[in-house]
């Protein structure tokens, strides 16, 4: 008896810590659902011969010919897990500023990426997210009197690096694109073809992010899922400012935000504007982690720090809305 009390005892105590790490690691409390103008929608297209899923926000008020903003999920994530983690942010902005908003499923969770070394199910298959993309424009602007040249994307991690391959391979697609948690691909591990086209882009990566290695290296889940080497953030947001046109020391750097609580916790703007070329900024989040910052939802720890305080959204839209339409079809 006193053998298996013990034994009782020990499991008691392993499930304990157990629950605590859950709690402390990935626990997340949900955000709180914001009192919006209209309602969540979803969608089907097809695309090939695939049928892929979607939802999209319209809000009640907005101009005749809106512009789009898609916002892309990460790797295992869901339509409803980008809302989450945006803490519906980008609904709150939209119903502020009259743009729509679409949110495409990932092909078993996951995006058709640059990584050559990636080989989730969306890279191994070649899935056409490109093609869904371009073809979810053309849907919005016939049926919901969506701006075709007024579209611009945002994406997580493994969505930012979809934005990233449209940017590279197909930039006429859009008039902006924003990725977090997301450097580009070293060259070997580069499986992309580059039309040499500037687009504006954005870039915003925290410094402790435990998968995405702000100062470039290889991104994998934790040690799991290797998907090659990435450049570091200022590599990233040089070549599309090289791309664009500009001298390597031609971004202008400030601080743009600082934690009152935290001096640790900052975030640093290089910013590179010249009249006729494509804006690039590179939002290094000193302090953060694998996410989007904001105040409305506090990501896993394991993820590293939220920076609640400071509003990705609201800077990622602010960008876009100041970006020129892309040009019309001859």
Not at 181 to 209: E, F, I, K, Y
Request: aromatic share 10%.
């Amino acid at each position: 008896m006193k053998t298996t009390r013990i034994v009782l005892s020990v499991v008691s105590l392993i499930g304990v810590l157990i629950a605590g790490l859950y709690g402390y690691y990935l626990y997340t409390p949900a955000p709180a659902q914001p009192a919006l103008s209209a309602t969540l929608q979803h969608g089907r297209i097809t695309v090939g011969e695939r049928q892929r899923d979607y939802a999209y926000y319209i809000p009640a008020q907005r101009p005749a010919k809106a512009p789009l903003l898609f916002v892309l999920h990460g790797s295992l994530q869901t339509i409803d897990d980008i809302r989450r983690y945006s803490a519906y942010e980008f609904e709150r902005l939209a119903d502020e500023h009259g743009f729509i908003v679409v949110y495409p499923q990932g092909f078993e969770r996951n995006w058709n990426d640059c990584r050559r070394a990636a080989d989730y199910p969306a890279r191994a298959q070649n899935i056409d997210d490109k093609g869904l993309i371009a073809a979810l424009i053309q849907r919005f602007a016939s049926d919901h009197d969506g701006d075709g040249r007024r579209v611009f994307l945002t994406g997580y991690s493994n969505g930012g690096q979809l934005g990233l391959r449209i940017a590279l391979e197909q930039p006429q697609l859009l008039a902006g694109v924003a990725a977090f948690a997301a450097n580009l691909p070293t060259d070997d591990n580069l499986d992309c073809s580059p039309s040499g086209q500037p687009v504006p882009v954005l870039l915003m990566n925290g410094t402790r992010d435990p998968i995405n290695p702000y100062h470039g290296g290889v991104v994998t889940l934790f040690g799991v899922g290797n998907r090659g080497t990435v450049r570091s953030a200022v590599e990233s947001a040089n070549y599309f400012a090289e791309l664009a046109g500009y001298p390597r020391d031609a971004g202008l750097s400030s601080t743009i935000w600082q934690n009152p609580d935290d001096a640790a916790q900052r975030a640093q703007l290089v910013q590179w504007q010249g009249t006729g070329r494509p804006e690039v900024a590179l939002y290094s989040l000193i302090g953060g982690g694998h996410l989007l910052p904001q105040a409305g939802f506090r990501a896993p720890r394991l993820l590293g720090p939220t920076l609640s305080s400071f509003d990705g959204p609201r800077v990622i839209w602010d960008f876009f809305a100041r970006q020129r339409p892309t040009p019309a079809p001859l």
